[in-house]
């Protein structure tokens, strides 16, 4: 045997076991991504979830985390080098997390979406920061009017048609209270702060004000469109039409719609779906939120899809997005009570759900979500400026100073905070 055929056949042998150990190896394992997201929000996420690990070999292990503890305890496991790879976050504290510097801009992959030019404004709005893209549409809930259509009848208004300015808006409330006294013509949760600029503000958008600047570095409360909302919430207390027992509701009858006895309240999109199913036999009617005098807008509530910065499942996370944008994935996350985050694709997806769901789906795309790096500080904690102001300029004597007085706190908390 020559020297060249030994090293033909040891090089042969070499590559029959590298082979055999490749195949003994099998395929490269399979990813799996931690997705946190917080409580009380149905099943819209883990059905997501559970559908994308049904049809793909990497996986995605979601957290529910307790709704009042995501915030703290997203940060906590971020300074300690613990956070999950991603987290479904209530999209207005997105500022604050992509301030700090600890989200992936996603910048140039979003931009790269073919639909991206559909996906909410609202959203990506609060995701921006200095730029950059820093977190992505994920689940979407929408604020709008609901009226109590037998009531409606019963005060001899049309049943068919909410209110679309403030003057309707007031003599439907003062006519449905007049039916007796354990009716209300309207109702809100007047010491609840994040009920409030949930309901309150897109009254303040569709008249074409605003309460922060875009950039959210200043404060713009003492418009004259915050005191013509105000003026008819105060309008609707002299008339008598908004129960007592709304001054102090913290939130525990933020529903109180579902009663019977209430003419008109401010709820979210994802209530309609418990109203249906909860409550069959009230009989009601959704619009969007009138302006003064016309137009309409919403509060654009729901989560940012946030990616962890250093994650080692950057690329995963995209493909779990890109699978939750799809028709399949939008359609699944409309079925358990999240509205489309595509407006492109938005009513086709909605045409077999509930008609009050088709009418919030609509706004989405022109609703707003306030931009602020201490949104919790100014707006969301129990005693935040934004609360103290709207208050004492509803219930209080000089809803002037109230106002005013609201913006200075507000736009010193803002400064401290930059």
């Known amino acids: 045997m020559t020297r060249s055929n030994t090293y033909s056949k040891i090089v042969a042998r070499l590559m ?132 109590n259509k037998d009531l409606f009848e019963k005060a001899g208004l049309d049943p068919e048609k909410g209110p679309t300015n403030y003057a309707e808006w007031r003599d439907m409330a003062k006519r449905v209270d007049a039916l007796g006294d354990d009716i209300d013509g309207f109702y809100f949760s007047g010491n609840c702060a994040g009920c409030t600029i949930f309901s309150f503000t897109p009254m303040i958008w569709a008249s074409n004000g605003r309460i922060l600047s875009d950039d959210g570095s200043k404060a713009t409360l003492d418009t004259p469109q915050m005191h013509d909302a105000v003026d008819l919430f105060r309008n609707m207390i002299a008339d008598g039409s908004i129960a007592a027992s709304a001054r102090t509701d913290n939130g525990t009858n933020f529903l109180s719609i579902q009663n019977g006895r209430i003419g008109m309240q401010v709820v979210g999109a994802a209530t309609i779906g418990v109203l249906t199913t909860q409550h069959p036999d009230l009989n009601f ?60 694709i938005s009513a086709k997806i909605m045409a077999d759900q509930d008609s009050r769901l088709q009418v919030a789906a609509a706004t989405v795309p022109t609703g707003h979500t306030p931009y602020s790096v201490v949104f919790n500080d100014i707006i969301n904690s129990a005693n935040s400026p934004w609360i103290q102001m709207l208050s004492a300029a509803i219930y209080g004597d000089d809803p002037d100073a109230a106002i005013a007085e609201g913006e200075r706190q507000m736009q010193e908390t803002i400064d401290f905070g930059s």
Request: glycine share 10%.
């Open 16 to 147: 029959t076991c590298a082979g055999a150990m490749a195949l003994l190896a099998g395929p490269a394992s399979a990813e799996t991504m931690t997705l946190w997201s917080r409580s009380g929000q149905g099943e819209t996420i883990p059905a997501l979830v559970k559908a994308f690990n049904e049809s793909h070999e990497d996986q995605v292990q979601v957290v529910q985390v307790p709704f009042q503890e995501m915030v703290q305890k997203y940060a906590t496991a971020l300074a300690g080098g613990e956070a999950p790879d991603a987290v479904a976050l209530d999209l207005i504290y997105t500022p604050s997390f992509a301030a700090s510097g600890q989200l992936e801009p996603l910048t140039d992959w979003a931009k790269s979406l073919s639909y991206f030019d559909s996906l909410s404004k609202a959203h990506l709005s609060v995701a921006t920061y200095q730029g950059d893209i820093y977190g992505m549409p994920f689940t979407t809930e929408t604020s709008v009017m609901a009226w």
């Open 285 to 344: 009617g959704v619009a969007p939120i009138p302006g003064k005098d016309g137009g309409s807008s919403t509060f654009v509530g729901g989560d940012n899809f946030v990616i962890t910065k250093g994650s080692d499942h950057v690329d995963l996370a995209k493909t779990f997005l890109e699978f939750a944008y799809s028709p399949e994935g939008q359609t699944l996350m409309a079925k358990y009570g999240s509205l489309p985050a595509r407006s492109d």
